[in-house]
Structure formats: structure tokens, C-alpha cells
């Protein structure tokens, strides 16, 4: 946890909240940092110049993540993201983070499918699941 964040960020509020094998816990451990090394692939889907800031593009490739797993709709992943717990500590939002429209997740698998990258967070996870010996289940289809 980094000394330097807010009592009200919720690795200081979830620390002991979510033990050592909580999917949330283990996905802010150990996926939420392979999805921070496909920032570079993921901003250059986006135009720095052309209108408001668009919402981070890791935490949306993190949102659809829990999305696909727990198989609920945009608008559900969205409120996950502003009002759930588990889902603000996996992703390493502040409490007081309150969300996107749920649309948004609909424009960015668009823009993943436009620009021919929707590999991107598929190649990303299967690259963490060899790094972490977890592919033995899947046998050499997850070895590309």
C-alpha cells in the first residue's frame, strides 16, 4: 500500500478487508498491474487533442475484466464501479470515485474493435496467467 494515499482510498480502507485469496484482492495484486503495462498500447487509441479527456483507458480495459466474470451488463458494471466495494478496491479507486456512464464501456470495446486491438486485454491476461504458471488449465491454447 502506498504510504502517501488518502484515508479515504480503499487500499487504506480494504487493507484487511479482503484477505490474501479475495478474487478482488488478488486482481488488484496481480492483474490490475499487467493491465498498467498495456497503458502505452491503449493511449494510442486515443487522439490527446480532440475533445475532453477521456476516461482511462486501463480502468475501463480493468472494468470489463469483472464485467465478463461475474457476466453482468454495462449499465451493472458501471454502478459495480461507483457503489461496490470490491470492485473500487480492485481497480484502486478512491471511495469517493463515482463512476461513468455505462456507455462508455461501449465505446471502448468500439474503439479496441476499430483499431483492430481487441487482442489487447485478451493478449495482456494470457501473458500474466504464463508469468504466473496459472495457463495449466487451458494446456497449449493459452500458449498461443
Not at 9 to 16: E, G, K, L, M
Not at 60 to 66: A, F, K, N
Not at 71 to 77: E, F
Request: aromatic share 10%; hydrophobic share 40%; proline share 4%.
Amino acid at each position: 500500500m502506498d504510504s502517501q494515499q488518502s484515508f479515504y482510498h480503499t487500499s487504506f480502507v480494504c487493507n484487511d478487508l479482503f484477505g490474501a485469496t479475495d478474487r478482488y484482492r488478488l486482481f488488484r495484486e496481480k492483474i490490475l498491474p499487467q493491465l498498467m503495462k498495456l497503458r502505452p498500447q491503449l493511449e494510442k487509441l486515443y487522439c490527446e487533442n480532440n475533445g475532453r479527456p477521456a476516461i482511462d483507458p486501463v480502468l475501463l480495459c480493468g472494468v470489463t475484466l469483472p464485467q465478463f466474470m461475474e457476466k453482468v451488463s454495462d449499465r451493472r458494471a458501471a454502478e459495480q464501479t461507483a457503489y461496490h466495494l470490491g470492485w473500487k478496491s480492485a481497480l484502486e479507486l478512491e471511495l469517493a470515485y463515482q463512476g461513468f456512464h455505462p456507455t462508455v464501456l461501449d465505446y471502448f470495446r468500439d474503439r479496441l474493435e476499430e483499431n483492430q486491438a481487441s487482442r489487447v486485454i485478451f493478449d495482456g491476461i494470457i501473458d500474466l496467467l504464463i508469468d504466473q504458471g496459472l495457463d495449466q488449465a487451458r494446456g497449449q491454447a493459452a500458449h498461443r
